[in-house]
């Protein structure tokens, strides 16, 4: 009983301070999830009457974010990175062994209730080893000493604020830089340009300089930023996209650890040519151990008088900045899904138009761009036009952060300028005997060796900052299955050509891995996915399946190794099922088998 009163309390306090906010739903969601391990049925019905929100309503914003459940997960919640490059360095085996010492299922509580070992999509560490969350904590560099150390440390109950210290550490990783990573602003430098350039001039500046959105789909920044400067509404927003959940990513990790003052004065900046007074970061629920950190940043800049009322001391310059924690969701990346979640709803993206920069947050004019974005625009500021444009190519202006990772000798991050090719990214990290590129993430492009030459930008090899390297001696099938069952995984399930065509192309992909595909199996999946290309509701489905068509349209010869028929070939093995009661029966012979 006394469990339960505190519980209420505690579900009473959170309301309190959040002021029953339906808005605010997600935020209380996570705080009760890291108290309790899960969320109550009881908390829930405190959170609808208070927000005045249905319980289905919230049961179905539960449901869909991994990170939350209605169960409990066990006192310490250990997720294993299930990424392709976490794979490759032995993840699910250190994951397995870990399980044995415990004496747990995967995904299972044991039944004292102390601990759950699940996996989980790529955490943004891919170049800080094998890496785990606990409680939503990162640990980094796991490897076989770690598990017997932290098996110890689960069965001896030790809080996990009281684990080693070593254990928590978070490399930048940084081997090559250039412009945007050498120079140091962000401390008021591009404000007071704004200042002395107004809102108009400063929009042309960046209009000049060609900056481009680095998420990936590379719309122009300014001429965003004036279509929401002109839509008239009462309030206007800016949200910085840092739910890096594309895998194989970790660029903008980097830029939040190390120049978080940049990142926040480019979000500032937005605000002082839109006329928002309100900004928000949506931090992704694995970079959890950020938040703390970025507070601090945030509270500097208050006492500096570079967030919150007058700022620079100048009279109605209001803007302050406000950290919303996701819960699991790559589709919450997408611009309008990341506005639903940050409304408290199920992240599913919205049908466009109308787009953001008129409706947007509360259906008011919004912009949203992405970590490396702002602290371009920040930088080009303070730093001129020229400093910016005179690198890169005539469409794709400036430089580009690569998170590099996979069989390399140096994963890390690396900053080249515009145009640079695969095959010099590949030399300078270390990387030899190349297989494959995955160009990114999992929605990316597959770079065969023919392609290497090919060059960085958005004219050519496009990318949002993903650079996975796979040698000769790994399995393109185990990488492409991966990205398959991710998809499958982190459908939002609103449109039937995702959900329904991700599962069919996963079940064909495995198939293929098996060796009991056809071609037809090999036409069926490119029919499915040009199917999805066409008539997916979002993003998520249009990409879902270029890791499988690149496999078949770049290494025709290794699918030809995998197939076993020129017809139709079942999946299930009718004969091969039976094996089991042949061996039970003793029995051989031409009539215990199908043929």
Known sequence: MSAQINSDNFVTDLLTANNQDPGRLLQCLHAIQYRYSYIPKHAIDQLASAMQLTQAHIEGVVGFYAFLHTTPRGQFDILFSDNITDYMLGSRELMRWLCDRLGVEPGVPRSDGRVTVDATPCTGMCDQGVSILVNGITVTQVDDRRVVIIADLVEKNVPVAHWPAEFFTVQDHIFRRDRMLFSDTGKGEALHALHEKGADGMLDDIEKSGLRGRGGAGFFTALKWRFCKQAEADAHYVICNADEGEPGTFKDRVLLTSHSNCVFEGMTLCAGIIGAKQGYLYLRGEYLYLREQLEQILAQRREKGLLGKNILGRDGFDFDIEIHIGAGA???????????????????????????????????????????????????????????????????????????????????????????????????????????????????????????????????????????IFNQQRDLYEMVLNFARFFVHESCGFCTPCRVGGSLLKDLVEKLYHCRASRYDVEQMKNIGALMQRSSHCGLGTTAPNPVLDLLNHFPGLVEQHLSHDSYEPAFDVDASLQQARQITGRDDEGAHIR
């Open 330 to 468: 790559y589709i919450c990346g997408e611009e309008s899904a990341l506005i639903e979640s940050l409304e408290g709803k199920r992240g599913i993206p919205r049908i466009r138009p109308p787009f953001p920069v008129t409706h947007g947050y509360r259906n008011k004019p919004t912009v949203v761009n992405n970590v490396e974005t702002f602290t371009a625009a920040a930088k080009i500021a303070s730093l001129g036009v020229d400093w910016f444009r005179d690198m890169g190519t005539t469409q794709s202006t400036g430089t580009r952060l690569l998170s590099v990772s996979g069989d390399c000798a140096r994963p890390g991050i690396y900053e080249y300028p515009f145009g640079i090719t695969v095959q010099q990214v590949l030399d300078d990290c270390g990387a030899t005997d190349t297989q494959a590129v995955q160009m990114a993430g999992a929605a990316g492009s597959m770079i065969p060796p023919q392609d290497f030459g090919r060059a960085i930008a958005f004219e050519d090899v496009a990318t949002g900052g993903s650079f996975m």
